[in-house]
């Protein structure tokens, strides 16, 4: 499921974004101020940004602008004025990947956002990271830090935490897990998920034997709160 953060202050637009969004099975926040969308964008925890222009507090701009200066890797698609040719230059310029010129059409927007996350995809450079807690991931560098410490995983470890940060706040199940992580043709019993997960536990969680973020539904399976 793809997590988007929508930054509007004109509440008819955030809440039309909204509904387009999650009906396409997106989940969605909403906020609408700059200075607390950066605060969020910070977080990591967003596939993607889609950053009004015109903002109370910061302006679109200067959020982007920030975001980029801080190391954030995350997709940024600008909403622009009608006819404003200079905030589509200067949001790209500035690191966005893409804008939409208002009015759009939730058509015109989904296929900006399926054009947009497909380029990523495909730039190994543009590879998400993701924090929670101390702890940051970065996928394209294939690297766990906490506090800019390293933390040894081996690579099912981290196969298996990229499958958490990429549902986060679902319950994966048991099977769910072993598809996405070792394989559809690959017979294991739960007992090596559990062993996994333990092992991820004692590695990132500061109490192992109370975990915040690896979290165990019993009778299902697991689900990821950072």
Not at 153 to 182: C, N, P, S, Y
Request: glycine fraction near 8%; hydrophobic fraction near 45%.
């Amino acid at each position: 499921m793809l997590h988007i953060l929508v930054v509007e202050d004109e509440p008819t637009i955030a809440t039309g974004l909204r509904d387009d969004l999650e009906l396409q099975g997106y989940a969605v926040e909403v906020v609408d101020d700059g200075k607390l969308a950066l605060e969020r964008i910070l977080e990591g925890k967003h596939d993607l940004v889609i950053l009004d222009v015109m903002l109370p507090g910061m302006d679109g701009f200067a959020v982007c602008r920030a975001a980029r200066m801080a190391g954030v890797r995350t997709p940024i698609l600008m909403l622009t004025a009608k006819g404003q040719e200079v905030d589509k230059v200067v949001g790209l310029e500035l690191g966005a990947d893409d804008y939409v010129t208002k009015p759009f059409s939730p058509r015109e927007l989904l296929a900006r956002i399926k054009a947009v996350m497909r380029r990523i995809r495909e730039d190994p450079e543009r590879a998400p990271i993701y924090r929670f807690g101390d702890i940051s991931v970065d996928v394209g560098r294939f690297e766990v830090l906490r506090n800019g410490e390293k933390i040894d995983l081996t690579a099912m470890e981290f196969k298996l935490l990229r499958a958490f940060l990429e549902h986060r706040g679902q319950v994966l199940t048991i099977d769910r897990l072993l598809q996405e992580v070792w394989g559809k043709d690959v017979f294991l019993t739960d007992r090596v998920i559990y062993t996994h997960v333990n092992n991820l536990r004692n590695k990132l969680e500061e109490d192992p034997r109370n975990p915040k973020f690896l979290i165990s539904v019993r009778g299902v399976g697991y689900r990821f709160d950072g």
